[in-house]
């Protein structure tokens, strides 16, 4: 389970290192780049939980690998580039966050 979790992890930092070069590019227009931004700094929180191994990081890759994949497709609709390489990282972002998820089978303690 620790490598499907790192394996997230590392997923969810190169979707961030891609949305910090969209911002980053002068060439992309301002929509672009404050998407990127919102993303990045959303994937960052997202794979800081994951790392640190929190209750809902799990979650949160999921929603930000979602997020990434309909950005993505908004690319695709708006003829941006990328579009390919950010449907496969967001999706691989979100199957392995699912896998991620804990499976903590133990019943709560009752007081």
């Known amino acids: 389970m620790k490598i499907i979790r790192w394996t997230a ?4 930092a190169l979707f961030v290192l891609m949305n910090v070069g969209a911002v980053i590019d002068p060439v992309q227009p ?4 404050v998407v990127g931004a919102v993303l ?3 994937g ?3 794979g800081l939980g994951l790392t640190l191994n929190k209750p809902w990081g799990w979650a949160a890759v999921v929603t930000v690998g979602a997020l990434n994949c309909l950005g993505a497709v908004s690319a695709l609709l708006f ?3 990328g579009f390919v390489i950010g449907l496969v990282v967001g999706g691989l972002a979100v199957l392995l ?3 991620a998820r804990p499976t903590n089978l ?3 303690a009752t007081h």
């Open 79 to 81: 003829g941006g580039d």
């Open 30 to 33: 301002a929509w672009v780049r």
């Open 44 to 46: 960052l929180v997202a």
């Open 9 to 12: 992890v590392a997923v969810t």
């Open 97 to 99: 966050g699912i896998l």
């Open 40 to 42: 990045a700094v959303a």
């Open 106 to 108: 133990e019943p709560a």
